[in-house]
């Protein structure tokens, strides 16, 4: 198993600014850095920043690259130069990582980045009882005499269907996400077991996390975000997987810490130049990241930023 480490650093304080050291310490012991960012939007500023430096930056998305999974495969089985640093957005590791042999002698030489790392867990829900059992048929619960427990596909091929079906219909936009993570075997799901088991229920909510075994074969993995060690993540990599976490060993300066003044946290979402809207206020900085994962959701192709201790933060 890979050997993982945590940064802790608030939103903001400046951990994308922080890559080169990090970066320079994985050089400095002969391997090779991966990042990898939830957005593209997030892999152009990076790869800005360190071309900006002088740094040998791959990046490889659906802009760059006609295929970006077999592109990122394509690398993680090759021989990269040693100053190559790839960029790559989670989805696009992920997919390309559990294609290949995670005994490939390229991923031992290599140290991931996980930027954002609270991304790499999520929820989707069927909220129409008309799609209830669509589902529920299907799968099965591993413990249901808990309140949630693990989900376990029984019959694939109706799974499959709706995950690949490419119509913009109504059971395939509420059922396909839902059987694209219970299909995908890197990810762990969970649900409310009185949710599931009542026909009836309004909402069905399915919890999803990866699960850390994605990065067996790699040298190690640097989980990089808000509180990570106050995170669903952390705590669930901790007790269930017996992941230890390391601290990054190189002593990282950022432009704060912590939150000094929470109650100036908000948020405020730009529908264009001339306008914008108070969506709200948060006093906790765990609340604050809850909002802006929800903005995220319900707010497509928009654009949304947070104030924080009275600066503007454009990390989110």
Known sequence: MAKFFKINAPCGAGKTYALPKIIGKIQSNGKKAIIAQPKIDNLKETETALKGLGMNVCRYDSETQASPVAAIIGYLTGSPKPDDILLVTHNGLMEAVTAIDHHSPCLGQCVVIVDEALAIIGSESIKLKTHHRLITDN?????????????????????????????????????????????????????????????????????????????????????????????????????KYKVHFQDFPSKLNFRYTSHANTTNTTIHFFMDRNFSKKLGQADNFNVHNQMVAIIDRIILEQECLTILNNEINTDV
């Not at 839902?178 to 599931?196: G, P, Y």
Request: hydrophobic share 40%; proline share 5%.
């Open 139 to 239: 799968v099965r619960l591993v413990d249901p005499t808990g309140s949630i427990s693990e989900c376990e596909v029984i019959n694939k091929k109706p799974l499959e269907k709706y995950r690949d079906n490419q119509q913009n219909d109504d059971i395939n936009n509420v059922v396909g996400p839902v059987a694209k993570i219970l299909l995908d075997e890197t990810i762990s799901v969970s649900a409310l077991v009185q949710n599931f088991n009542n026909p009836k229920s309004e909402h069905l909510e399915f919890l999803w996390h990866r699960k850390p075994d994605i990065f067996d074969g790699f040298n190690g993995v640097i989980m990089m975000s808000a509180d990570f060690d106050q995170s669903i993540v952390f705590n669930v990599w901790k007790q």
